[in-house]
């Protein structure tokens, strides 16, 4: 298994940490959870909308199930922008 690989599974993991933590907060794709693909294509899919200006990042968190401190602490984690300015 490749670094690369083994960070995105650790990441994968905390995502569902963090979702345990927020058991409030429902995703709208619950398969999300269950599936690192799905969970990867879903989180690429909300940030091209959110860096196109087309939802907010509290949008982006709560179609993720997550609060918004945990959605920019996995973006940062993967290196994707927090900002769309």
Not at 57 to 72: F, N, W
């Amino acid at each position: 298994m490749t670094q690369a690989m083994s960070m995105n599974d650790d990441i994968f993991r905390e995502f569902n940490r963090m979702r345990r933590n927020n058991t409030d907060l429902t995703p709208k794709n619950p398969a999300i959870e269950a599936n690192p693909g799905e969970f990867y294509q879903q989180l690429h899919h909300l940030h091209t909308l959110f860096m196109e200006g087309d939802i907010t990042l509290g949008e982006m968190a709560v179609r993720m199930g997550l609060t918004k401190p945990d959605i920019i602490h996995l973006l940062d984690r993967l290196n994707m922008q927090v900002t769309n300015l």
